[in-house]
């Protein structure tokens, strides 16, 4: 299949190069030349531009920073939209507001384009390993057509209902994982300033009632899961400014629909500060520094 691919960062080039090797022919576009290169190496070819990409493509697949880029490369003079056929398939697997999902899919819709949109979760290494979760918010009929395409990059496809509840998905998903983190590092603190050895309280924990995700697979505290971040100094993983960047999604949606998200604001709120500490680019569990004295 004929497929264009704008935005090949940290997520979109592994996502490509599994298309790639699946035997489709990729059309490539984004702002870095090395990665142009080293996709072209391996069979890709490169366009101009997002209208040169989408002219002839039999699928369209955008995966960018942000809402802004969202909004150009598929609105824009030079954009998706200006070089698409009517009746081609379009997902965009950025993670971005639901409203601008919508608003994007209206104008495809306007001219015969049937848009979903499609974040993802499950990290560059699920990206490398194609195990990533998409979460799909799109009609039944694009659905299907996706669904083969996107379980070349991931394992687990979900159809969440209609365009924009991917996007509604994955920041509830994450604004819930941001307090839950918080709330184990709360926990693993205490319990370490009051005497207990943190090793024995995590065992509690993970039998007991507080037991999630955040405490079991990912604790913050170092040694306790040697596979998580905290075991090798809050290297790689999830990134806390990525985080920061959903919760400020959650916390704008939640604004737009009158809805109070109290945690996760204060959440959001830790996130910042650790931010501002310059701590931005650890892995979003090095929140529980917020909680320990300077080691
Ligand atoms: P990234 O910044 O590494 O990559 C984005 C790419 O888009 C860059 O290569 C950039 O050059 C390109 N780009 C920007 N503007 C462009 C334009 N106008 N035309 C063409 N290319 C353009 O970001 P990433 O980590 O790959 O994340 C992409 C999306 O996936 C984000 O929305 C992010 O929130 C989401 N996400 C990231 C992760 C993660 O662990 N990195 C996990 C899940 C979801």
């Known amino acids: 299949m004929k497929i264009a691919f704008i935005g090949l960062g940290n997520m979109g080039a592994p996502m490509a190069r599994n298309l790639i090797k ?5 059309r490539l576009v984004d702002l870095n030349k090395t990665v142009l290169a080293e996709l ?7 366009s101009a531009s997002a209208r040169e990409a989408a002219q002839g493509a039999e699928l369209v697949i955008t995966m960018l920073p ?16 200006a070089g698409i056929a009517k009746g081609v398939p379009a997902v965009d ?36 390993a194609g195990t990533l979760t998409f979460m799909v918010g799109a009609t039944p009929e694009l659905f299907a057509t996706l669904q ?11 159809h969440c209902g209609e365009v924009g509840t991917g ?12 307090i839950s983190m918080v709330g184990v590092s709360e926990a693993m603190a205490l319990g370490d300033a009051l005497g207990i ?33 905290a075991s090798r100094g809050y290297a ?3 990134g806390a400014e990525l985080m920061l960047k959903d919760l400020g999604l959650a916390t704008e949606a939640a604004r737009q629909a009158h809805q109070p998200v109290v945690l996760g604001a204060v959440a959001q709120q830790l996130y910042q500060a650790m931010s501002q500490r310059g701590e931005g680019g650890k892995d979003f569990s090095a929140i529980i520094n917020s909680y320990r004295k300077p080691q």
């Open 167 to 178: 996007q509604i998905a994955k920041i509830c998903n994450n604004l819930l994982l941001a």
């Open 197 to 229: 050895d943190t090793t024995v309280l995590a065992g509690i924990i993970n039998s007991s009632t507080g037991r999630c995700w955040s405490s079991e697979m990912y604790n913050p505290w170092p040694g306790i899961v040697e596979t998580a971040p």
């Open 148 to 158: 083969p395409v996107l379980a070349q990059m991931g394992r687990n496809i979900v």
């Open 40 to 46: 072209e190496q391996l069979g890709g070819s490169i």
């Open 93 to 128: 697997c950025s993670t971005i507001d639901p409203q601008t999902a919508r608003d994007v899919a209206a104008a495809a819709a306007k001219q015969g384009v049937a848009m979903a949109d499609a974040p993802v979760s499950g990290g560059t290494g699920g990206a490398a």
């Open 236 to 238: 790689g993983g999830f």
């Open 66 to 81: 942000a809402a802004v880029h969202v909004r150009s490369v598929w609105l824009g003079e030079d954009g998706v939209l």
């Open 22 to 26: 699946a035997g489709h022919s990729l």
